[in-house]
């Protein structure tokens, strides 16, 4: 039972334009949301996260929306850039914990 | 300051051997959670360890175990490896228990069973 889903397995962008990464879930008890960005042969690295009392949070180039009603959070990226093509993970957790459930990924190329 | 060392970096393990890894937190850090990266699957929680207690368990067969040490370093022990425990295991730490959800990862130790 995926609690998580990134339905979209990669995305490719051109670069200056905006990148728009979804993530659906299905448990309503998540209340803290975030993503994280992975290189190949690197462990994952926090980005950007957001607690389910605000809609959107803002990080330079990167914002994450969520809207809760429909259990969708979304990422944009502003412009894009080369260096952004990576696996990027949206993952939630119920309460504070460090146990986390991510969602399978979405493959971001950024081309020139 | 040093990031979370995961070792060994990579292993190749035959079918109905043990496996155990290891992961150095970063300084300070007393919190370690494990994560198991198949490409079917993405990431999927194994276990969270604060001050050498378990806090939260994922949803994995009693062949996966773990501990955590006084200066924080842990272990995770897979035995009767299966050809499915094939993955790359990720450790994390983070300051506090359950302190943002922002996690610190190490670059994974690949197992490869055979």
């Known amino acids: 039972d995926q609690q998580v889903k990134q339905n979209s397995p990669s995305l490719s962008v051109q670069e200056g334009r905006i990148s728009i990464l979804n993530c659906d879930y299905t448990?309503?008890?998540?209340?803290?949301f975030l993503w994280y960005k992975k290189y190949p042969a690197e462990g994952p690295t926090f980005l950007i996260s957001?607690?389910?009392?605000?809609d959107k949070n803002e990080d330079g180039r990167f914002t994450v929306f969520l809207n809760k009603s429909a259990k969708h959070l979304s990422l944009h990226i502003v412009p894009s850039q080369p260096g952004d093509s990576a696996v990027y993970f949206c993952?939630?957790?119920?309460?504070?914990?460090?146990?986390?459930?991510f969602g399978t990924g979405t493959r971001l190329q950024v081309f020139p | 300051k040093a990031g979370v060392t995961q070792t060994p970096r990579y292993l190749i393990k035959t079918r109905g051997q043990q496996v155990t890894l290891s992961c150095s937190p970063i300084?300070?850090?007393?919190?370690v959670s494990w994560y198991q990266q198949t490409p079917g699957q993405g990431l999927q929680f194994l276990f969270e360890?604060?001050?050498?207690?378990?806090?939260n368990k994922g949803n994995f067969p009693g062949r996966f175990s773990g501990r955590q040490f006084s200066n924080s370093r842990s272990e995770m022990n897979v035995s009767t490896l299966e050809l499915g425990d094939s993955a790359l295991y990720l450790c994390?730490?983070?300051?506090?228990?359950?302190?943002?959800?922002?996690?610190?990862f190490g670059e994974g130790s690949r197992l490869t069973v055979l």
């Open positions: 994390a730490s983070s300051a506090l228990a359950g302190s943002t959800g922002e996690l610190f």
């Open positions: 448990n309503s008890m998540f209340d803290y």
């Open positions: 957001i607690s389910s009392i605000k």
């Open positions: 993952a939630a957790s119920e309460g504070i914990t460090d146990k986390l459930i």
């Open positions: 300084s300070g850090h007393r919190s």
């Open positions: 360890y604060f001050s050498e207690t378990q806090r």
